[in-house]
């Protein structure tokens, strides 16, 4: 039998099993809902409500059919859904030999097995460790000036002498290079322009069924996965080659960094499969939330003048005590403390990741209901974001509800995740959100060249015109 045939059928029979396996052994309740068809089951629905900007409305009707917890397939897998701010809690708290984060199918065959996402205990905490290491506030701090340099490159090559652009693309374009340039080492050439490409290919089918057939999205994602890790392995050994050379770079990409990470009897931190698997996930990980946050800010600010003069202001304060050449400096970004606000209240608004995953490793029981080993959960973390009663008027953007002097409820902003998971990469999205503002404030105004315009998610957030904005350079204009 062809091995697509097989893997089809265990795919196919998988869910069928463990939902008798699990009727047999135990007398307690599942949760109510139904599994739909096998493998199928509410993946299309699901996917198609996020597609179209329902998934909100997906998820109300089904806690209005079934309440706050209920069963379902989805990617192949039973899955129980859970939402609110107790099963945020209850999920980053939740021990790990109850619970391990586990991406659907699709993602951890497109970024490798040891990718930190499929990884838990002690295993997770060692790479994650690793990873936190070259992302901590210490090391970034060395790359700030890099980080402004990408981004006045970028402003100078795409933006000025144009009167219309299309910001949601130009985002991506500028967080990736951003991340390559940081991360790899990779300056602008044709290699990185290919990375691009091979990323947003990968990128397409990171939530879609694992079915590996020739034409599925899938399958072209799986070619693009093979690529860039070719791309990423030849960069490995010649990094390695120029450090065994001592030839020392001024300033090391983070590459270099990992390769150079001991454990304490000096054996690698990292095998390279680790690396690989965990670049590749950095890189998802990373630019393309970033750039959700860079572009739902750019339209909220279109639509909204008092907080816009707000950030200008603060973005004003700053460039006036700077020479036209003078990079950013940390500290100058300590003081950007109104942007950061308005990012953390579009990310509010508009999270970049909708929902999660977690495997089901015991048997456990969650407000009386049975969760079997083997299914899945996945909860909408952010649906907390909406909630009038821990947001009031949740649909206003309002960057004060995050002044320190008002704290937030614990587990209500999970826009970066929580618990031992939460998401590393916070400051190096920091850093490059109020760089990219303060540059884009300083140097432009724009509009919106529609209106109305709406977003889809697919499974990120996208707007469907990809964001068209009239630009006007400002005057004097400070050398972006
Ligand atoms: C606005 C930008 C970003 C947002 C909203 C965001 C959000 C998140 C969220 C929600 C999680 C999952 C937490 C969970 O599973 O509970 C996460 C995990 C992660 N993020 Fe981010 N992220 C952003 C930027 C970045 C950047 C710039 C990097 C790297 C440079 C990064 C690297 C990671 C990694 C490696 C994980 C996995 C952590 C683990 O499993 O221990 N993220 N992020």
Redesign the pocket.
């Known amino acids: 039998m062809s091995p697509v045939i097989l893997f089809s059928m265990i795919l196919f029979l998988l869910p069928l099993y463990l939902v008798l396996i699990t009727f047999r052994k135990s007398s307690k309740k599942l949760p109510p809902g139904s599994l739909g068809f096998p493998i199928i089951g509410q993946s299309f629905s699901f996917l198609s409500a996020m597609k179209k900007n329902k998934a909100e409305e997906w998820v109300h009707d089904r806690i209005r059919k079934y309440g706050p917890i209920s069963k379902m397939s989805l990617l192949g897998t039973p899955t129980v859904f859970v939402c609110g701010q107790a099963a945020n809690k209850f999920i980053y708290t939740c021990d790990s030999s109850i619970l391990a984060?586990q991406q659907p199918t699709s993602i951890r065959r497109l970024c490798g097995e040891r990718n930190?996402?499929e990884l838990s205990g002690h295993e997770?905490k060692r790479v994650?460790g690793a990873?936190v290491s070259i992302?901590k506030p210490d090391i970034l701090k060395q790359y700030v000036g890099k980080m402004d340099e990408e981004v006045r490159k970028h402003f100078k090559i795409h933006w000025h002498g144009k009167t219309k652009v299309l910001a949601m693309p130009l985002m991506k374009n500028l967080t990736f290079n951003v991340m390559s340039s940081l991360i790899f080492g990779i300056e602008q050439s044709e290699k990185r322009e290919k990375l691009v490409e091979l990323f947003q290919q990968l990128v397409k089918g990171a939530l879609s069924v694992p079915i590996n057939f020739p034409f599925t999205c899938f399958n072209r994602s799986l070619q693009a996965s093979a690529k860039i890790r070719t791309i990423i392995k030849d960069l490995i050994h010649e990094k390695r080659a120029a450090m065994e050379d001592q030839f020392t770079f001024p300033q090391q990409d983070l590459i270099t960094t990992l390769l150079n990470l001991r454990n304490d009897d000096l054996s690698a931190a990292l095998s390279d499969e680790e690396i690989v698997d965990n670049v590749i996930?950095?890189m998802i990980?990373?630019h393309d939330?970033?750039s959700i946050?860079l572009s739902f800010l750019i339209n909220l600010l279109a639509n909204n003048p008092s907080v816009y003069a707000s950030v200008l202001q603060e973005q004003e304060e700053i460039a006036k005590c700077k020479v036209s050449e003078d990079h950013l400096t940390w500290d100058d970004l300590q003081r950007m403390r109104y942007t950061w606000r308005a990012a953390m209240e579009s990310?509010r608004m508009t999270?970049?990741?909708f929902s999660?995953f977690r495997k089901v490793l015991k048997d456990f029981e969650y407000e009386g209901y049975l969760i079997p080993k083997g299914w899945q959960v996945i909860w909408v973390a952010c649906m907390t974001h909406m909630d009038e009663g821990i947001f009031p008027n949740p649909s206003e953007f309002d960057p004060e509800r995050f002044d320190k002097q008002a704290p937030v409820p614990p587990y209500s902003f999970v826009?970066?995740?929580?618990?031992p998971?939460?998401?590393?990469?916070y400051d190096?999205?920091r850093l490059e959100t109020l760089i990219t503002i303060h540059y884009l404030v300083n140097g432009f105004t724009w509009k919106l060249c529609q209106p109305d315009i709406s977003f889809s998610r697919d499974p990120l957030p996208i707007f469907k015109d990809g964001l068209g904005i009239e630009i006007e350079p400002k005057l004097p204009s400070k050398e972006n």
């Open positions: 984060n930190i996402l997770h994650r990873l992302l996930v950095i990980a990373g939330t970033t946050l990310l999270p970049p990741v999660f826009a970066f995740g929580g618990g998971r939460i998401c590393p990469g190096f999205a």
